[in-house]
């Protein structure tokens, strides 16, 4: 069974969002819109998924770009 081209290429964008998200939350860069923040007693959770998407979107294209 041979899987579709867009299947991977999504599967990469996620899996490299949720990779990127831990490195890019250490970066401390400006939250953009869709990133979300939680202040709870005496701990702050940032989640960047917006940011998190970006770097995974521009790494696949990367990818892909440099096996052509």
Do not use: C, Y
Request: a neutral charge; glycine letters at 4%; zero cysteines.
């Amino acid at each position: 069974m041979r899987i579709p081209g867009s299947v991977v290429l999504i599967l990469i964008v996620v899996l490299g969002a949720i990779v990127l998200s831990p490195v890019i939350a250490l970066l401390e860069i400006e939250p953009l819109s869709g990133d979300i923040a939680f202040n709870w007693q005496n701990h702050h959770i940032f989640l960047p998924f917006t940011q998190s998407l970006i770097a995974s979107v521009s790494l696949a294209l990367l990818f892909l770009w440099a096996r052509k």
